[in-house]
């Protein structure tokens, strides 16, 4: 078993290398897949919203993006190896794509903010096979973006339109394709447009990246309280655990 759960999500315990390997294994059969990188505050969203949780519980793997949730698997004496933050996850299948030509499909993101990552990709990845992009002001109403996918077949198409609306698009979207791997990526266009900073490497080690980003930017102290409602869930879910165990 490669996953352990919080709240009924069950998320990968998969480690980076391990992952990637799966996920290559399931893009070279040309298998439908499908990826949420959840954080803390993403989990506590699905606690809430058993739609959303629906949707999510869908994917082939449900990546511990954020340290919240590897201390919340402890809590439950559960083990996570590692976080795995999305931008991360992206960068090495972009790169796995660059060495063995996989296609990819970008959408989300301001236009300019999508303009410029994929100039910066194109200076890092330059045999990248980009096939197709959108900017995430376009909602897909008439269809255009899904008939591209269905087109154009990438290997992978990576969203950028935050949550939950990026998964419900893919909800919408992945039974109408015969190949691909989706996955939801939030604000990694904006950090590899050049957009905004990720935190320097000391902080990602320590484990703080989520600090630095609300340093960055003050607005994030009203989602940063999600954090801390998650482990309160948590130990509930763990005393609840105690009590059925105790009978």
């Given at each position: ?56 519980k ?43 030509g ?14 410029m ?37 990438p ?54 990246e989520?600090?630095?980003?609300i ?12 954090l ?20």
């Amino acid at each position: 078993m490669n996953s352990v759960k919080i709240f009924d999500i069950p998320f990968t315990t998969f480690k980076k290398k391990d992952l990637i390997e799966e996920i290559l294994k399931r893009v070279n059969k040309n298998e439908k897949t499908y990826i949420v990188t959840a954080n803390a505050e993403i989990a506590m969203y699905a606690k809430q919203n058993k739609d959303y949780e629906n949707i999510i519980k869908k994917a082939n793997y449900i990546v511990p993006d954020g340290i919240g949730v590897v201390k919340g698997a402890k809590i439950l004496n559960q083990y996570i190896p590692e976080r795995i933050p999305g931008i991360e996850l992206m960068v090495d299948l972009l790169e796995k794509a660059n060495d063995n030509g996989y296609s990819v499909y970008f959408y989300g993101a301001r236009e300019e903010v999508l303009n410029m990552m994929i100039k910066n990709l194109q200076v890092k990845f330059p045999k990248l096979n980009i096939i197709g992009y959108n900017h995430g002001y376009d909602n897909d109403d008439n269809n255009k973006i899904t008939n591209d996918i269905i087109n154009l077949k990438p290997d992978y198409i990576f969203v950028a339109k935050g949550y939950p609306t990026q998964d419900l698009w893919i909800d919408k979207v992945i039974n109408k394709v015969d190949k691909g791997c989706f996955i939801g990526v939030g604000g990694s266009f904006d950090v590899l447009g050049g957009f905004v900073k990720r935190a320097p490497e000391m902080w990602i080690k320590l484990n703080l990246e989520w600090l630095y980003r609300i340093a960055g930017d003050p607005k994030r102290w009203k989602r940063s309280i999600a954090l801390p409602k998650f482990i309160i869930e948590v130990l509930k879910e763990k005393a609840s655990i105690k009590r059925k165990d105790t009978k």
